[in-house]
């Protein structure tokens, strides 16, 4: 009956390639026998992200013992209810409901439709959200990624007058901001103490006052600190702001995503190279999937966000598994899916049937 009873659920939001899954797999590692369910939700529905949480070889995240629930079908702040909420409902209700929540939205999900859900009486009445919490690519959003060439923006408005300008990615950094009660810092490891510091400024002037910053490096922050935030975001919805509430319907028509698939990859820095050209010719944000390497018994993962690619060795491939290389790529409208796959495959045979 009391408020303490109801299960907590962390809703954990940021832009595309923040580093959410790299918090969330570090969480699964922390969490000594609590039984976590997770909720994840991608943009470019692959079912990448399970696959690279289960990926990590770690004892309560491999898929077996955990909880693990993918809506795949678009994107979870518009689909809240033909999917989120059923989800919910056969989570909380089951003979075995978890001890917490995680929900990992998609990069470009404005965080508000999904806590609003949660002020649906079935739902309510058994969980609480215990916090948004929203992780920030310290090193981009420093480095201005989503911020506005000024000058472009004003010439932009001089041709034209009637432009309403709206920039989609300063929108949904904008609400993943808004809507926070603790953001996380992450990739510190990329900016000196200076850097951070500005911009830990710079932030607090778009958050709720109280909100708490904290500075993190691939995740790592103590699930003490994550979870037991007590928020319950649900109830004071008014005092977040969000784009959704000016427009009657949220849709992602602003971005563009779509799969490149291709046969093996003999020289990784050969292909590493082209990725490389195709990012930074092409208006790509986000690219993530793996890659079947000649003679190597582990499937190789390839992680690159803005110009940044990080690739590795994730865990051998399944005896059972078909060997192929794919990528996810995530990109503003407009992107032209042929030449971007055209580049990244030159070379490359075709995928195996
Ligand atoms: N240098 C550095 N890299 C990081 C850090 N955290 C995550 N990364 C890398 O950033 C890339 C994206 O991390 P993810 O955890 O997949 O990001 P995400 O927010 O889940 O991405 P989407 O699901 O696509 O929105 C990966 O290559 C990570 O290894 C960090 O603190 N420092």
């Not at 490096?217 to 784009?243: C, I, N, Q, W, Y």
């Not at 499937?299 to 996810?328: C, F, M, N, T």
């Amino acid at each position: 009956m009391s408020v303490a009873r109801k299960i907590p659920a962390t809703v954990v939001t940021g832009f595309l390639g923040a580093g959410k899954t790299t918090l969330i797999r570090h969480l699964m590692e922390q969490a000594n026998g609590r039984r976590i369910a997770l909720v994840i939700n991608e943009f470019g529905d692959l079912g990448m992200d399970r696959e690279i949480l289960t990926g990590c070889g770690v004892q309560g995240c491999d898929g077996e013992e955990t909880n693990i629930v993918e809506l795949a079908n678009g994107c979870i702040c518009c689909t809240v209810a033909d999917e989120f909420l059923p989800t919910m409902e056969k989570l909380v209700m089951g003979a075995n409901p978890p001890d917490a929540i995680v929900i990992e939205t998609s990069g470009l999900a404005l965080p508000k439709p999904l806590v609003k859900a949660f002020q649906w009486p079935e739902i309510r009445s058994r969980v609480t959200v215990d916090g948004v919490v929203t992780v920030v690519d310290a090193h981009a959003v420093a480095g201005g990624r989503f911020a506005d060439d000024p000058d472009a923006v004003q010439a932009q408005r001089e041709a034209d007058a009637a432009l309403d300008h709206d920039n989609p990615l300063e929108e949904v950094f904008e609400d993943q901001l808004a809507c926070a009660d603790m953001v996380i810092l992450n990739k510190a490891d990329l900016l000196d103490e200076a850097g951070m510091d500005v911009l830990e400024q710079d932030l607090r002037a778009r958050l709720r006052p109280g909100v708490k910053l904290v500075p993190a490096a691939f995740g790592k922050v103590e699930p003490a600190v994550l979870l037991g935030l007590d928020a319950a975001a649900e109830d004071d919805l008014d005092v977040r702001p969000s784009h959704h509430d000016t427009e009657d319907d949220h849709d992602h028509d602003d971005f563009d995503s779509f799969v490149v698939e291709f046969g093996p990859v003999d020289d990784l820095d050969a292909f590493e190279a082209r990725l490389h050209a195709a990012i930074a010719g092409h208006d790509i944000l986000r690219v993530k999937g793996f890659l079947d390497v000649p003679g190597k018994a582990a499937r190789h993962l390839v992680q690159a966000v803005g110009p940044r690619i990080d690739r590795w060795y994730d865990r051998p491939w399944k005896p059972e598994e078909h060997r192929r290389s794919h990528l996810v790529v995530i990109g503003l409208h407009g992107l032209d899916e042929a030449a971007v796959a055209e580049a990244i495959r030159s070379g490359l045979t075709a995928p195996a049937a």
